[in-house]
């Protein structure tokens, strides 16, 4: 399969509560992205983390990345209404070949 | 950040017909763009990777005939859906790296996603 696996598939919390995506994948990579898509539309890309890198955060985002272990992991904090969207991983690895993560749904309850 | 467009984006079409997807960047030049195509409440699936002035190179599973792939200049990859089918109805997404920076910003390995074209083959 081309993808990688993200877990939750599905996820569900209330406004002001943190949510945790996790992604695990299967070769050695150059770096790892998270990007966002809301329902039907194209893609955002929220941060990058290099495989030489361990944490990175921009804003309400943490995101980790394990190479020992092939996962990462992207934390938003103080979620809002607005997170309400699918959130997919993406590794980048040798000839800039992209694969991306089956995806987790968030839904942040107002 | 920088811009890849797409056009059109959303086509209907009756089975049997062609249908051709521009991918363009519209500030940095882009050796290398790729074309996915997403089924609702899926991933991404990776069909080709575009090379400016060469041939694409074809996922597994991805029929060459079917899912043609042009990248006749630095700023513009098209992608025809030849005898459309209903089943080939999808999201079809490019994306374009900026190799040199041209564009300018930090990241040279980031690719730049385009809106995506909503196929719909009656």
């Known amino acids: 399969s081309q993808q990688g696996e993200e877990d939750p598939q599905a996820l569900s919390i209330q406004e002001g509560e943190n949510a945790t995506m996790n992604c695990s994948y299967k070769?050695?990579?150059?770096?790892l992205q998270w990007y966002r898509q809301n329902s039907g539309r194209g893609l955002v890309h929220l941060i990058l983390?290099?495989?030489?890198?361990r944490e990175k955060h921009s804003g309400r985002l943490r995101v980790t990345l394990d190479t020992s272990k092939k996962s990462s992991s992207l934390l938003i904090t103080a979620s809002r209404a607005a997170d309400t969207a699918s959130y997919f991983c993406?590794?980048?690895?040798?000839?800039?070949?992209?694969?991306f993560g089956a995806g987790t749904r968030l839904f942040v309850k107002a | 950040g920088a811009v890849v467009s797409q056009h059109p984006s959303w086509v209907i079409c009756k089975s049997g017909t062609s249908v051709k997807i521009e991918c363009r960047s519209l500030d940095f030049q882009a050796t290398t763009m790729f074309w996915y195509r997403q089924f609702p409440k899926q991933s991404l699936m990776l069909m080709a990777t575009s090379n400016e002035g060469s041939k694409a190179t074809y996922e597994q599973g991805v029929e060459k005939d079917k899912f043609l792939i042009n990248h006749a200049s630095l700023t513009l990859s098209t992608l025809t859906v030849t005898s459309a089918h209903p089943e080939d109805s999808s999201f079809y997404i490019c994306?374009?790296?900026?190799?040199?920076?041209?564009?300018?910003?930090?990241?040279?390995?980031?690719?730049?996603f385009g809106p995506g074209t909503r196929l719909t083959v009656l």
């Open positions: 070769t050695s990579i150059n770096n």
């Open positions: 993406a590794t980048v690895s040798k000839g800039f070949k992209t694969i």
């Open positions: 994306s374009a790296r900026d190799p040199a920076g041209t564009s300018g910003r930090a990241y040279t390995d980031t690719q730049y």
């Open positions: 983390i290099r495989s030489n890198e």
